[in-house]
């Protein structure tokens, strides 16, 4: 963290999702605890950010066939504070760095429409990110697929989740 009082970590396990720790310093005895994660995410990768001058941990997570940026304020003293769950909409986020002082942010977006590009998004707040490159001017008339998000529920009664892509321009029609 930037007060040099509490070191975040994680701990990924084989076949199950991992786990992030915040270790808090300061004191007598250090305190370790669970960052707590919204129901069905898991840790995308290693890459936590804490929030500049806050007490506010960042990370990449997976949600549902999207990579999302997952950060959690009031880290202290073995507590968590309210989480908030960013950019909306079908996303990847591959990678994101803060600004200095910590209200926006830089992150490599891609989605089912269109590639990666860059964009500044607020760290805080509902105002739209705004694009700051065009690295592939030339795919933008391709006729990309169209990717949706299925449930179904397999025979043991497991909910399953899956990704399917059909070509541009298919109807359920076609069958």
Known sequence: SDDSRALAFRVDYDGYPGETFVTELAGAEPLTWVVPRPNEVDAEADDLAWVPDKRELCQRIADHGRVRILCTDGLKAQQAGRQRLFPEGNVVVRDYAF?????????????PERFAEVYRLPARGQTLPVRLTELNPHTEGWKLPKMEIFTWTAPDGTPVEGILEVPYGWTKEQG
């Open 99 to 111: 600004s200095g002082d910590g209200r926006d942010l830089v992150a490599d977006v891609g989605t």
